[in-house]
């Protein structure tokens, strides 16, 4: 799904063609995070790239979030309540900066919404099981989060389970809030990984938004 990892133009937007269809959507109404694994968050209300961003929300019906991920989560965040809806990327980079709970901080912020009515899909991602990660990480998450190796310094990063906290810790009720049960990379037949295949391999889409 995307034109950044050696796949031809003609195949990507074939491939993204047929995923949009399904969805009762198109390419040019896609608005696209130009992910940097950062805490930009853009409010947008039209289709295009937006630039430093790994966090997109909009309350404008016919614009698609857009998240590209090949081991990060992909987060889907929308309201029963209000025509509002969100798409964030977050590995461990964004996850150390908060960048879920900051951008429904700002979906809170800027559109009053309850976050009572708000429902949250994460991954498919890296698992707990491989998410090995190095002695640096006791300095970045909670112990909550790591688990140790047995027979070296290093640790696996439970990601997910973080988005998970992140969110309670907004307001979301739990039973709103999924962890979709796949590992991008234990699931070789279903997902691209960018661990696994040693960082030559494709990109998945997540895509939400408003229909018309």
């Known amino acids: 799904m995307s034109t950044s990892r050696g796949d031809t133009l ?3 937007s074939a491939n993204r063609d047929l995923f949009l269809k399904e969805l009762g959507t198109s390419s040019d109404r896609l608005a696209q995070g130009v992910q ?3 805490d930009g968050i853009e409010t947008v209300t039209s289709p295009g790239d937006y630039t430093q961003t790994d966090a997109l929300i909009t309350t404008v019906r016919n614009v698609y979030l857009r998240v590209l991920t090949a081991d990060c989560s992909p987060v ?3 309201s029963t ?3 509002l809806v969100a798409a964030v990327h977050s590995g461990w980079q964004g996850s150390e900066l908060n960048i879920l709970g900051r951008t429904i901080e700002k979906m809170k912020r800027e559109f009053k919404v309850n976050t009572l009515s708000l429902n949250v899909a ?3 991602g890296l698992s707990r099981d491989n998410f090995e990660v190095g002695p640096e990480f006791r300095d970045k998450f909670s ?3 790591l688990s140790s190796r047995q027979g070296s310094n290093k640790f696996t990063f439970d990601n997910n389970r973080f988005l998970f906290d992140a969110a309670v810790r907004q307001g979301i009720p739990e039973d709103q809030i999924e962890i979709l049960p796949y590992c991008s990379k234990a699931d070789e037949d279903l997902f691209f990984s960018h661990r696994r295949d040693k960082g030559v ?3 998945m889409m997540s895509v939400i938004g408003i229909r018309k």
């Open 143 to 145: 112990a909550k989060y």
């Open 36 to 38: 940097v694994s950062r």
């Open 201 to 203: 391999t494709g990109r």
């Open 10 to 12: 003609e195949n990507v």
């Open 81 to 83: 309540d209000h025509p």
């Open 76 to 78: 889907l965040i929308w």
């Open 122 to 124: 994460i991954g498919p």
